[in-house]
């Protein structure tokens, strides 16, 4: 079995886990049991089905739509390769995956998106009342494995996962709203740096990751200087992550269909890798071309295409391809010293490594 083959199984295998983990903190169905309601009972009588139809129903049917869970598989492979066994902080994994498909439904509202994953998107579907109040939800209610293990972890390691969870979730909104200054326009695209495309990245993509890999390494029991080598590590993984996304928006036709078509990225103005470099490197009439059409917000396919052929001109796609996955080497290096040999960190390179390279 290849790599790819190997990893997808253990994606798939740990997903259905992972979910009926979830179901612990948003259940299909709500009811007077359900964990939020021991932890918090109501005062008063709870509406029951309207919770249901505005948490539960969206929430699922957006989960129920796919996705990878790789963030819940990186947070349980850095427990067991630390000593630890990974079962035993279930909890805890499921919280930057809850976090991050939250992310994905706020980013669509922020955006006005059509598609994710292929279908309409919650706020197409249920509103815009609903998926704002949903996305909110989802920042918080995994946050609910604090108190429900508050008897059984110390203090200590209590304090440094909410510590990180504070600090990553300040680090995702700055990610945010640089990403919708660019959108936006309030910094012209040719002034955009690779440096300030990164830590973007870094704070948008890398945070979850490297929420998931300190958490676990405190979690572990690491020590201080092994907490931030992981992070780093997952960061990495975040961000190249994203890169990776942003390739296959402009070249991986199945990958696009499942956003509308090739280059949805262009249509939104967004300021990808690629189109960073290509800034940088084009010449004047193909800078302002490029420029005037991600100003157009266009989903003219025609044009679309006529961007990413620009950007095609330039190298820039085999440049960010080249980045990312020297970022990714670059950072194991410093995890492969301090990991102890074991399956587990055989198989977290290997996830590193698939997640760089995937087709869709």
């Known amino acids: 079995m290849d790599i790819d083959a190997r990893v997808e199984a253990i994606l798939g295998k740990r997903a259905r886990l992972i979910d009926r983990q979830i179901e612990k903190y948003v259940p299909r169905k709500f009811t007077k049991d359900s964990l939020v309601f021991r932890i918090s009972p109501p005062r008063y009588e709870l509406d029951i089905q309207a919770v249901d139809e505005t948490i539960s129903k969206p929430f699922w049917e957006f989960l129920g739509r796919g996705g990878k869970r790789w963030r819940p598989v990186l947070f349980l492979l850095v427990c067991e390769a630390l000593g630890r066994d990974p079962i035993e902080y279930l909890e805890f994994a499921v919280i930057p995956e809850i976090i991050h498909n939250g992310t994905l439904i706020a980013d669509d509202v922020e955006d006005s998106s059509e598609l994710r994953r292929g279908k309409p998107c919650t706020h197409r579907l249920f509103g815009l009342d609903i998926a704002v109040n949903l996305s909110d939800v989802m920042f918080f209610a995994p946050m609910l494995a604090l108190i429900e293990k508050r008897d059984k972890l110390p203090s200590e390691k209590a304090r440094r996962v909410y510590e990180i969870y504070v600090q990553e979730m300040v680090n995702l909104s700055f990610g945010q709203a640089t990403d919708i200054a660019w959108h936006r326009g309030l910094t012209p695209a040719y002034e955009v740096s690779e440096g300030q495309y990164l830590q973007m990245c870094a704070y948008k993509t890398g945070t979850l990751a490297r929420m998931a890999a300190k958490m676990a390494a405190v979690l572990a029991d690491a020590d ?123 198989t977290l390179g290997m996830l590193a490594e698939y997640l760089v390279r995937r087709e869709i």
């Open 224 to 346: 201080d200087d092994v907490v931030e080598k992981v992070g780093k590590f997952a960061e990495s993984i975040g961000v190249a992550f994203q890169i990776q996304d942003d390739i296959l928006d402009l070249v991986g036709e199945e990958f696009a269909k499942r956003k509308g078509g090739l280059g949805m990225d262009i249509a939104e103005g967004k300021l990808s890798l690629m189109v960073v470099h290509t800034l940088q490197k084009a010449e004047f009439s193909d800078r302002e071309e490029l420029i005037r059409i991600l100003n157009l917000h266009t989903t003219d396919e025609a044009l679309r295409r006529k961007a990413i052929a620009i950007i095609g001109k330039y190298g820039s796609i085999e440049y960010a391809k080249n980045l990312a996955a020297k970022m990714v080497q670059e950072s194991w290096k410093e995890v492969d010293n301090i990991l102890p040999p074991s399956e587990a960190k055989e």
